[in-house]
């Protein structure tokens, strides 16, 4: 059994930082990959950004230079760092947490509104 925790999320001006955090606790002996995703209401989900288990990462366009994707020593909790956020990055943001190739989980979601 494998559980994410997500946190971070909250109300900000635009202009503003958050950070949010993916805890994954349970049957977790090594990392894959991780990532996270937003969805808008109206619209589909996006994938924001991702982390491979060597390090290299990969972000939307639209993020780039603003959000950073890390993870801590343990490789356990998945990060994102937002800055400079804007009004369009409001959303609901979703980690996912993959233990290796076969499994892959997803957080419950937490809500982040910029406003303007």
């Known amino acids: 059994q494998v559980r994410l925790v997500e946190s971070g999320g909250g109300l900000v001006q635009a202009g503003g930082s958050l950070r949010l955090s993916c805890a994954a606790s349970?049957?977790?002996?090594?990392?894959?990959?991780g990532g996270w995703s937003r969805q808008a209401p109206g619209k589909q989900r996006e994938l924001v950004a991702t982390?491979?288990?060597?390090?290299?990462?990969n972000y939307l366009e639209s993020v780039k230079g603003r959000f950073t994707i890390d993870t801590d020593n343990a490789k356990k909790t998945v990060y994102l760092q937002m800055n400079s956020l804007k009004p369009e990055d409001t959303a609901v943001y979703f980690c996912?947490?993959?233990?290796?190739?076969?499994?892959?989980?997803w957080g419950q979601g937490t809500q982040v509104t910029v406003s303007s």
């Open positions: 982390i491979s288990s060597d390090g290299s990462t």
């Open positions: 349970g049957s977790i002996f090594s990392f894959n990959a």
């Open positions: 996912n947490f993959s233990p290796d190739r076969i499994r892959n989980y």
